[in-house]
């Protein structure tokens, strides 16, 4: 089977060594998404840029936006999703992050874990989530 690496185009991924996903035939695998850009104006190092901070709703949508356009990227939908993962900074978010990920996944129904963690890479991040899809072929 042949091996994808899908790119977010974030430069620290060759610095660190991984890819946004990889696909390996069927399976695709998402590495933990936060809600970042990268922004590298006015500056020789890019810099992430937190998106929504202090909402961990609209950071949990940003998210799935992402993660979204990584699957389409190697031909795939939510729909395709059959795991996700959900590390949170604070789980009294669970409701706010669970109603987001319910307007992805609400008829999808991936099985789902989420966890509190002590932090994420910066303190105005609080969730990232990683997912795990597998891409069936659809009967006519």
Same mark, same amino acid.
């Given at each position: 089977? #042949?091996?994808?690496?899908?790119? +977010?185009?974030?430069?620290?991924?060759? *610095?660190?060594?991984?890819? @946004?996903?990889?696909? $390996?035939?069927?399976?695709?695998?998402? !590495?933990? *998404?936060?809600? *970042? +850009?990268?922004?590298?104006?006015? +500056?020789?190092?890019?810099? @992430?840029?937190?998106?929504?901070?202090?909402?961990?709703?609209?950071?949990?949508?940003?998210?799935?936006?992402?993660?979204?356009?990584? &699957?389409?990227? !190697?031909?795939?939908?939510?729909?395709?999703? $059959? @795991?996700?993962?959900?590390?949170? $900074?604070?789980?009294?978010?669970?409701?706010?992050?669970?109603? !987001?990920?319910? #307007?992805?996944?609400?008829?999808?129904?991936? !099985?789902?874990?989420? $966890?509190?963690? +002590? @932090? &994420?890479?910066?303190?105005? &991040? &609080?969730? #990232?989530?990683?997912?795990?899809?597998?891409?069936?072929?659809? #009967?006519?």
């Amino acid at each position: 089977m #042949e091996r994808q690496n899908i790119s +977010s185009g974030a430069p620290w991924e060759a *610095t660190v060594g991984y890819s @946004r996903a990889v696909r $390996v035939g069927p399976f695709i695998q998402v !590495a933990g *998404t936060t809600a *970042t +850009s990268t922004s590298s104006a006015q +500056s020789v190092t890019p810099q @992430r840029q937190p998106i929504a901070p202090h909402d961990p709703y609209g950071q949990t949508i940003a998210i799935l936006e992402k993660i979204q356009q990584a &699957l389409a990227e !190697a031909g795939a939908t939510m729909a395709d999703v $059959v @795991r996700t993962r959900m590390y949170v $900074v604070n789980i009294e978010d669970w409701e706010e992050i669970g109603r !987001a990920h319910g #307007e992805f996944f609400r008829d999808i129904r991936p !099985a789902a874990t989420m $966890v509190e963690v +002590s @932090r &994420l890479i910066d303190p105005e &991040l &609080l969730v #990232e989530i990683e997912v795990d899809a597998i891409m069936i072929e659809k #009967e006519d």
